[in-house]
């Protein structure tokens, strides 16, 4: 890596913020600056302010994004206090809000936290990872909103909001390239008025971007993403009462090699290990992976999708009636090689293609009145089909047979979704407000789940410890009633007390990873029943509820933003995935789940140049599972063969996450403006699995920008860099799939992403 020009552009803009925030202090007009810029957020499916809200909501910028160097929604996390979003080798999503998330390695199920692209529910975790473009902003909802958000909104939700057609010709582009590993990004975006009536934009993303750990026997940098994008907007006013908005975006994101290795602790392990086969076994971002069943000998994971959706606003002379339909589908291609060797021992291969049709219909009353409502009704109707085809050869372990032998999972997965949902509000005089909501879902899912041996191999491994059954019917239905209420109060104007209580679910259903294990005895002319797979395979609903308080306040003369919030949440029947690395391979299962503690966000407009920003997250995320007793690798058991359960710290879940900002904006000459950024992220140490394993160390990052642009705002160019000073630890962690390096004191390990600086040029009018 190119660190010497990376040290000093880094070293350069700190230096130059550091002088210009000294001179900034001394200016009179410190004490005269301009006011905070107010926060409009949809988290409620309307506009409103985010300081009149009872709802813990942060919004990230679309400019804020791209001055940050964020291209997806794992980047943008990182700016967003208490909240965590890591992948694991497979993209499976660890995404957790103040210390509670879905680990979703079983792709059946949903995130806790839903994800809304201008209003239209992403159903599956695949589409979490694809490019963000053109974003007029990102909210971080925290917190329990099933009422108005959905069924998978208990712990919270993300909602990008995309940039509209506007009423005047525009047109904007953004070029980078990546001075420390290589690779470069492009974005333009136009809009075109028809006529008076109908208007166009269009917008087009793509990047190529080397990753941070450097596969020696390929060469390659992994993940290196290759990211196409392409979206159309088309807004038509077809009268004075009737507003259309028809969208379809196509994306094809490409990963190309893996950002994981081989880890090994304890040095007197590391010593015996065979590092002239998988690699030194340091915490270092390099890795030994080859697969022949790519051309470049590389992991690969491709996604397709398409996303197109029209929605329509009725004036109906004071209510407004919303329809938005949706549909989306995708096609998945990953190979995954897990021995991490340059043998071709562990392959998983999966192949997914899913669709999806949403229709919600609702009607809402304008803003601003004393009583606000809003109804309606939501369908949802998916199929989703994965075939993995999991490809094992462990020669010399167990005699030869256990870990040999591979075998593929067939899931086909068909749900629909009905829901109806009220809410409404009253504003009492003197500042009293309460607001309140109901909604009823009914969900169904019809599954067909199937495992084969590879023909021509019958081994231990895929005959008993993983044994075949036919495709097995097996369905899921359920009805859920959820609901928020809250009580907000005005002390002054700007000051704004509220407390608030959240119900909300997810379904449970059945998973495509679960190994399954049966007794021999238990297996029929060899295969498992399938009384045994739905046993074997089913998950409980998932039930949350949530109590917070706090005060929402603007001060000194609206310049500086105060929001502080208490928070206690409880999850009953938390769906929980864990990969033991043994002969139990995945099991997903549930029990209780809790987090509580508080959260301070804050910013302060110190003069019109000069502006802070800074947020704390406190969270104490617990579980109660049944730990793997490491002498058996199973579930733990007390004398008398009972189940023994504990309470833990949740995977993924520091207790502490916190952000800190400064930025400088200033004309410097009658045709240039000088513009200046740092923050810095800290995050505590955590845990990657249950039971407290695979620790990751405290992590603290800095983010540096400087760049100039012209007085009117029409062009500009920038340097930013992320992660400057290069601090290594563990994002992500868990035994390895691959069983040889386990018995040798191996795990796998995913660095967090390392430094980068680029440089970018911009333009817009």
Request: proline share 4%.
């Given at each position: 890596?190119?660190?010497?020009i990376?040290?000093?552009?880094?070293l350069?803009?700190?230096?130059?913020?550091?002088?210009?925030?000294?001179?900034?202090a001394?200016?009179?007009?410190?004490a005269?600056?301009?006011?905070?810029?107010?926060?409009?957020?949809?988290a409620?499916?309307?506009?409103?302010?985010?300081?009149?809200?009872?709802?813990?909501?942060?919004?990230?910028?679309?400019?804020?994004?791209?001055?940050?160097?964020?291209?997806?929604?794992v980047?943008?996390?990182?700016l967003v206090?208490g909240?965590?979003?890591?992948?694991?080798?497979?993209?499976?999503?660890?995404?957790?809000?103040?210390?509670?998330g879905?680990?979703?390695?079983?792709?059946?199920?949903?995130?806790s936290?839903a994800?809304?692209v201008?209003?239209?529910f992403?159903?599956?975790?695949?589409?979490?990872?694809?490019?963000?473009?053109?974003v007029?902003?990102?909210?971080?909802i925290?917190?329990?909103?099933?009422t108005?958000?959905?069924k998978n909104a208990?712990?919270g939700?993300?909602?990008?909001?995309?940039?509209?057609?506007?009423?005047?010709l525009?047109?904007?582009?953004?070029?980078?390239?990546?001075v420390?590993?290589?690779g470069?990004?492009?974005?333009?975006a136009?809009?075109?008025?028809?006529?008076d009536?109908v208007?166009?934009?269009?917008?087009?993303?793509?990047?190529d971007?080397?990753?941070?750990?450097r596969n020696r026997v390929?060469?390659?940098?992994?993940?290196?993403?290759?990211?196409?994008?392409?979206?159309?907007?088309l807004r038509v006013r077809a009268?004075?009462?009737?507003?259309?908005?028809?969208a379809y975006?196509?994306?094809?994101?490409r990963?190309?090699?893996?950002?994981y290795q081989?880890?090994?602790?304890?040095?007197?392990?590391?010593?015996a290990?065979?590092?002239?086969?998988y690699?030194d076994?340091?915490?270092d971002?390099y890795?030994?992976q080859f697969t022949?069943?790519?051309?470049n000998?590389?992991t690969?994971h491709?996604?397709?999708?398409h996303?197109?959706?029209l929605k329509?606003?009725?004036?109906l002379?004071?209510?407004?009636?919303?329809?938005q339909?949706?549909?989306?589908r995708?096609?998945?291609n990953y190979?995954?090689?897990?021995?991490?060797?340059?043998?071709?021992e562990?392959?998983?291969?999966?192949?997914?293609?899913?669709?999806?049709?949403?229709?919600?219909?609702r009607?809402?009353?304008?803003?601003g009145d004393?009583?606000?409502?809003?109804?309606?009704?939501?369908f949802?109707?998916?199929?989703?089909h994965s075939?993995?085809?999991?490809?094992?050869?462990?020669?010399?372990?167990?005699?030869g047979?256990?870990?040999?032998?591979?075998?593929t999972?067939d899931?086909?997965?068909?749900?629909?979704?009905?829901?109806?949902?009220?809410?409404?509000?009253?504003?009492?005089g003197?500042g009293?407000?309460?607001a309140?909501?109901?909604?009823?879902?009914?969900?169904t899912k019809?599954i067909?789940?199937?495992?084969t041996p590879d023909?021509?191999i019958?081994?231990v491994?895929?005959?008993?410890?993983n044994?075949?059954?036919?495709?097995?019917?097996?369905?899921?239905n359920v009805?859920?009633?959820?609901g928020?209420?809250?009580?907000?109060?005005?002390l002054?104007?700007?000051v704004m007390?509220?407390?608030?209580?959240?119900?909300?679910s997810?379904s449970g259903?059945?998973?495509?990873?679960?190994?399954?294990?049966?007794?021999?005895?238990?297996l029929?002319?060899?295969?498992?029943p399938?009384?045994?797979?739905a046993a074997?395979?089913?998950v409980?609903?998932?039930?949350t509820?949530?109590?917070?308080?706090g005060?929402?306040?603007?001060?000194?003369?609206r310049?500086?933003r105060?929001?502080?919030?208490g928070?206690?949440t409880?999850?009953k029947?938390?769906?929980?995935?864990?990969?033991?690395?043994?002969?139990?391979?995945?099991?997903?299962?549930?029990?209780?789940?809790?987090?509580?503690?508080?959260?301070?966000?804050t910013?302060?407009?110190?003069?019109?140049?000069?502006s802070?920003?800074?947020g704390?997250t406190?969270?104490?995320?617990?579980?109660?599972?049944?730990?793997i007793?490491?002498?058996?690798?199973?579930?733990?058991?007390?004398?008398?063969?009972?189940?023994?359960?504990g309470?833990?710290?949740?995977?993924?879940a520091?207790k502490?996450?916190?952000?800190?900002?400064?930025?400088?904006?200033a004309?410097?000459?009658?045709s240039?403006?000088?513009?200046?950024?740092?923050s810095?992220?800290h995050r505590?140490s955590m845990y990657?699995?249950?039971?407290?394993l695979?620790?990751?160390?405290k992590?603290?990052t800095?983010?540096?920008?400087a760049?100039?642009?012209?007085a009117?705002d029409r062009?500009?160019?920038?340097?930013?860099g992320?992660?400057?000073t290069?601090?290594?630890v563990q994002d992500?962690?868990s035994?390895?799939?691959?069983?040889?390096p386990?018995?040798?004191?191996?795990?796998?390990?995913?660095?967090n992403?390392a430094?980068t600086?680029?440089?970018s040029?911009?333009?817009?009018?």
């Open positions: 890596m190119k660190g010497s990376s040290s000093s552009v880094a350069i803009a700190m230096a130059a913020s550091l002088a210009v925030a000294d001179r900034a001394a200016q009179d007009e410190a005269t600056g301009g006011q905070l810029q107010e926060i409009v957020v949809t409620q499916k309307r506009a409103e302010s985010a300081q009149n809200i009872p709802v813990a909501v942060q919004a990230v910028s679309g400019d804020a994004l791209a001055s940050a160097g964020v291209k997806d929604l980047q943008a996390a990182t206090p909240v965590v979003f890591s992948r694991a080798p497979d993209d499976g999503l660890a995404m957790t809000f103040r210390g509670l879905t680990v979703a390695r079983s792709q059946a199920f949903e995130l936290q994800l809304f201008d209003g239209v992403m159903g599956k975790g695949r589409m979490y990872t694809t490019s963000f473009f053109d007029d902003r990102m909210e971080f925290k917190g329990t909103q099933s108005l958000l959905g208990s712990l939700a993300v909602s990008v909001v995309t940039r509209q057609p506007g009423d005047e525009a047109f904007d582009a953004r070029a980078g390239y990546e420390e590993r290589g470069y990004t492009l974005d333009a136009t809009t075109v008025p028809l006529n009536k208007s166009l934009r269009l917008a087009g993303h793509y990047n971007l080397q990753g941070w750990v390929t060469g390659n940098w992994g993940r290196e993403q290759k990211d196409l994008g392409l979206r159309a907007t009268t004075e009462t009737l507003t259309l908005t028809g975006q196509y994306a094809d994101n990963q190309i090699g893996a950002s081989l880890v090994v602790d304890d040095p007197a392990l590391r010593a290990f065979p590092t002239n086969v690699g076994a340091t915490f971002r890795t030994s022949t069943r790519t051309d000998g590389d690969f491709g996604n397709k999708s996303i197109a959706s329509a606003e009725l004036d002379g004071g209510p407004i009636l919303v329809s339909t949706a549909y989306l995708y096609k998945t190979v995954d090689d897990f021995d991490f060797s340059p043998t071709d562990v392959n998983f291969l999966r192949d997914e293609k899913y669709r999806q049709f949403t229709q919600e219909l009607i809402q009353s304008p803003g004393a009583l606000t409502y809003m109804a309606g009704v939501y949802l109707s998916s199929r989703w075939v993995e085809d999991q490809q094992w050869a462990a020669p010399g372990v167990g005699g047979q256990l870990f040999n032998g591979g075998y999972n899931f086909l997965q068909k749900s629909k979704t009905y829901s109806a949902f009220a809410s409404g509000s009253y504003e009492f003197g009293l407000k309460i309140g909501g109901i909604r009823w879902t009914r969900e019809d067909v789940s199937g495992r023909a021509g019958q081994t491994w895929n005959t008993i410890a044994p075949p059954f036919d495709p097995t019917p097996l369905s899921h009805n859920f009633f959820d928020n209420v809250s009580l907000q109060y005005n002054t104007d700007d007390a509220f407390v608030a209580y959240g119900h909300g997810k259903g059945y998973v495509e990873t679960n190994t399954i294990a049966v007794p021999p005895t238990a029929v002319n060899g295969k498992v399938a009384a045994l797979v074997g395979s089913l409980k609903d998932e039930y509820q949530t109590v917070e308080a005060f929402k306040t603007m001060l000194l003369d310049r500086l105060f929001n502080i919030a928070f206690y409880k999850v029947d938390f769906q929980d995935t864990v990969f033991t690395g043994g002969t139990l391979g995945f099991i997903t299962f549930n029990g209780p789940a809790r987090t509580k503690g508080v959260e301070i966000e910013a302060f407009q110190a003069s019109r140049e000069l802070f920003n800074a704390f406190y969270a104490d995320a617990t579980g109660e599972i049944q730990p007793d490491p002498a058996t690798n199973a579930p733990a058991l007390d004398g008398n063969g009972n189940p023994v359960f309470w833990y710290r949740r995977s993924q520091p502490v996450v916190a952000n800190a900002g400064v930025n400088y904006n004309e410097i000459t009658d240039l403006a000088l513009e200046l950024g740092a810095v992220r505590s990657n699995q249950r039971q407290e695979f620790p990751s160390k992590l603290t800095l983010d540096l920008s760049g100039v642009r012209s009117d062009w500009g160019i920038q340097v930013s992320r992660n400057v290069n601090e290594l992500f962690a035994p390895s799939v691959d069983p040889i386990g018995a040798l004191g191996a795990y796998l390990a995913g660095p992403e430094r600086v680029t440089v040029v911009w333009t817009k009018f």
